[in-house]
């Protein structure tokens, strides 16, 4: 049993996204601590964000990274990318993401992309409009993935197909019977 949690917890990808010393004032002086925030994902819609405190800093980044497990969400992804816009909220800050064609890459600030590769997603635009924050950027992203809708859910509510609802995701064009290519404008000479 214990094998098998090792090996799921294995396929898990950790990234810390900062550190910071963080002090506490008391009749005897400053007691120092550090500030751990940890982004785990399995890249495959998956995605935790977690925080840890302590004196030294792999116990820091190891209750940050059991925070992360603790907290895990699922998001969805549709064919490498997001679904729709969203705009992620929290406190000042506000991340705008919006889907991006394949070859795109993630466009983004270092938290923001640290959450979007740990949930799996391969082509992002993203902007923050905000305050910036790192804590708030991480905590903002994960408000906006958890904002996304799946388009197969939103189609079975509305009572439509779902290729109305994700026709700009494709990547062939739809050719009609009257379609004969570009139309070639001639420039007229006057004379």
């Not at 090996?7 to 601590?33: H, L, N």
């Not at 500030?35 to 935790?48: L, Q, R, Y």
């Not at 996304?148 to 739809?174: C, H, N, Q, W, Y």
């Amino acid at each position: 049993m214990r094998d098998l949690i090792s090996d799921a917890v294995t396929e898990f990808v950790e990234t810390v996204v900062t550190i910071k010393r963080v002090s506490k004032t008391t009749k005897g002086g400053r007691k120092f601590k550090l500030s751990a925030w940890v982004v785990v994902g399995d890249g495959k819609g998956t995605v935790g964000i977690g925080h840890g405190k302590a004196a030294e800093t792999p116990d820091a980044i190891r209750k940050a990274t059991q925070n992360a497990y603790k907290n895990l969400k699922k998001v969805p992804i549709l064919k490498g990318t997001l679904p729709h816009d969203v705009i992620g909220r929290v406190g000042a800050t506000k991340v705008l993401l919006k889907p991006a064609a394949p070859g795109t890459g993630i466009i983004a600030c270092q938290p923001v992309r640290a959450v979007l590769e740990a949930a799996g997603y391969e082509n992002a635009l993203t902007k923050s409009l905000g305050a910036n924050n790192t804590v708030n950027l991480l905590k903002a992203t994960l408000d906006g993935l958890l904002k996304l809708k799946d388009p197969e859910t939103v189609a079975r509510m509305r009572g439509v197909p779902v290729e109305r609802l994700i026709r700009r995701f494709r990547s062939e064009r739809k050719i009609t019977q009257g379609d004969t290519g570009p139309v070639e404008h001639r420039e007229t000479q006057e004379g």
